[in-house]
Each structure stands twice: as structure tokens, then as C-alpha cells.
Antibody, heavy 119, light 107 residues
């Protein structure tokens, strides 16, 4: 059974860097069948696709985040990670990691991690 | 980016009702359209992919149709567990984009 689990600080200070890691179990992150994605949801709002990474390190970033975003993969740990720099209160959200299986949709999601940006 | 627009934003219905939610893409996305259900405090759950394909384990009262720019999600006979928020998402290109959501509420 494929499971994804986000981990990282739940509180980040404004202007600092938000860092999250997603640990994947039940599947290999080196699979060429999926993208590994980060999606966020501000409180009470809709879903926003942040970016994704392929097993070979190829990334695809939402232009809204591109200047301050890094998504990377660590195959030795079967993990992928998110770094978002220069955060503001607008970055407060539940961050989900997910497995994006091309046209077959986003089949697997982590439970989500609330990250609050404080001033 | 491809913009996805859902309607209505909210709908009130009763158990047993038939409900249809629509999703329009700002440009053609072939059949690269998925639907998700989200309940409070939970991650979204994939219901339908590639416009009309039911994800494993999803009840057959859910169905999807459409092509190009216009798509629909239909719930044929609402059950109590179906009251939730529904999102469409295009999988044609990056960045993936979602509709703003449709809240299905109890009448």
C-alpha cells in the first residue's frame, strides 16, 4: 500500500525558508511512472499545485513560485522535498505531498502538514 | 496556465438526488481531466481520471463525461457520505491547475 508522509516545521518566520520532506513507502521514488508533487491549500481555500519532480531530477514549477522554489528528490531515502524561500503570511497553508500519475490523476496524497508563517 | 472554472460554487441537495457539477477549461485539454472529493481535514481523494474512468473502489454512482473544454461530474443518487467539496483538475500540462471547488451541502 502506497503511503506518503509530510514532515517538517509547522511554524516558520516571515522572510525565512519553508522546508518540508515527503517520505514515500510502498513505492519507489525512482519509478518513471509518476511525478512527485507538492500541492498546498490555504485555510478555507482551494488547491494550488506548487511543483513536481521526476525520478531523474527534472522539475516542473508553478510560475507563481518559480523564483523561490526548489523541489528535489533523494532516492537513497525514498524521499522528495520542498524548499520555499522568503515566505510571507500568504504562504500559510496545508501542504500536501502527492503522487501524480500523468493522465491517471493524483492518485496518492499525504495527510497534509499545516505550516504557519508568523511575523 | 490553463484556467479551470467550476460551477456552481455550491449546491444544496438531498439524499437520493441526482447532482451535476460542471468544469470548463480555458483551452482544450483533450480528456485529461480528473475529479476529486475532499472532506474536512482530509486530503483530496481521486474519484475519476481521464474524464470518465472511475478510480478503483469509487462507487458507480459517480460518473464523468466531456471532452475538449467542457466536463461534468454526476452523482446519480446522493448518499450521506457524498456531502463534501469537489474539485476538477487538468492533467494536460504543467502546472496542473484545479477548479475553485464546488461545495455539496445538505438541503
Amino acid at each position: 500500500q502506497v503511503q506518503l508522509q509530510e514532515s517538517g516545521p509547522g511554524l516558520v518566520k516571515s522572510s525565512e525558508t519553508l522546508s518540508l520532506t515527503c517520505t514515500v513507502s510502498g513505492d519507489s521514488i525512482s519509478s518513471n511512472s509518476h511525478y512527485w508533487a507538492w500541492i498546498r491549500q490555504p485555510p478555507g481555500k482551494g488547491l494550488e499545485y506548487i511543483g513536481s519532480v521526476f525520478y531523474d531530477g527534472t522539475t516542473d514549477y508553478n510560475p507563481s513560485f518559480e523564483s523561490r522554489l526548489t523541489v528535489s528528490v533523494d532516492m537513497s531515502k525514498n524521499q522528495f522535498s520542498l524548499k520555499l524561500t522568503s515566505v510571507t503570511a500568504a504562504d500559510t497553508a496545508v501542504y500536501f505531498c502527492a503522487r501524480d500519475t500523468f493522465s491517471a490523476g493524483i492518485q496518492r496524497w499525504g495527510q497534509g502538514a499545516l505550516v504557519t508563517v508568523s511575523s | 496556465d490553463i484556467q479551470m472554472t467550476q460551477s456552481p460554487s455550491s449546491v444544496s441537495a438531498s439524499v437520493g438526488d441526482r447532482v451535476t457539477i460542471t468544469c470548463r477549461a480555458s483551452q482544450g485539454i483533450n480528456d485529461f481531466l480528473a475529479w476529486y472529493q475532499q472532506k474536512p481535514g482530509k486530503a483530496p481523494k481521486l474519484l475519476i481520471f481521464a474524464t470518465s474512468n472511475l478510480e478503483l473502489g469509487v462507487p458507480s454512482r459517480f460518473s464523468g463525461s466531456g471532452s475538449g473544454t467542457d466536463f461534468t461530474l454526476t452523482i446519480s443518487s446522493l448518499q450521506p457520505e457524498d456531502f463534501a467539496i469537489y474539485y476538477c483538475q487538468q492533467a494536460k500540462s504543467f502546472p496542473r491547475t484545479f477548479g475553485q471547488g464546488t461545495k455539496l451541502e445538505v438541503k
